[in-house]
């Protein structure tokens, strides 16, 4: 049986996430790439939200005994397995885990306009992959 209050814990900090995400998708792109704490923050909530997002699956798999987690893209692929994630939402979560892994191992080189179109255009699989997890609640 999951725990739920480490599921709520982790989703509440999700939508916080989010919120702030949401509010900085208003940002032109010329305005964005200017400015540094702009561009810094989206590149930090969005690693935030991966993180929570990766922290629930574990949290799943671990406490119903689903599988063995080796790497990050084990995550959604032995939910998709286990048939509580969609092979389009696999997918869509194995991207996630290598965006965050350019955010934190290649932050030096970061194509800004990349990360730009990921908050204009990809928060909605945040989104769907909450609804997946507040299933467990």
Avoid: C
């Amino acid at each position: 049986m999951v725990r739920s209050e480490i599921i709520r814990k982790r989703l509440n900090r999700l939508d916080e996430y989010l919120a702030i995400l949401h509010r900085l998708q208003r940002l032109e792109l010329d305005e964005f790439l200017s400015d540094p704490e702009k561009y810094g923050s989206v590149e930090r909530f969005l690693h935030l939200a991966i993180e929570a997002i990766m922290d629930v699956g574990n949290h799943v798999i671990a406490e119903l005994n689903l599988g063995v987690v080796n790497r990050y893209s084990d995550i959604p692929s032995i939910l998709e397995g286990k048939g509580h994630l969609s092979l389009d939402l696999r997918d869509k979560w194995i991207r996630m885990i290598g965006f965050r892994n350019t955010l934190v191992h290649e932050y030096i080189d970061i194509d800004r306009e990349i990360v730009y179109q990921v908050l204009q255009h990809n928060l909605k699989d945040f989104e769907d992959l909450r609804q997946v997890f507040a299933r467990f609640l």
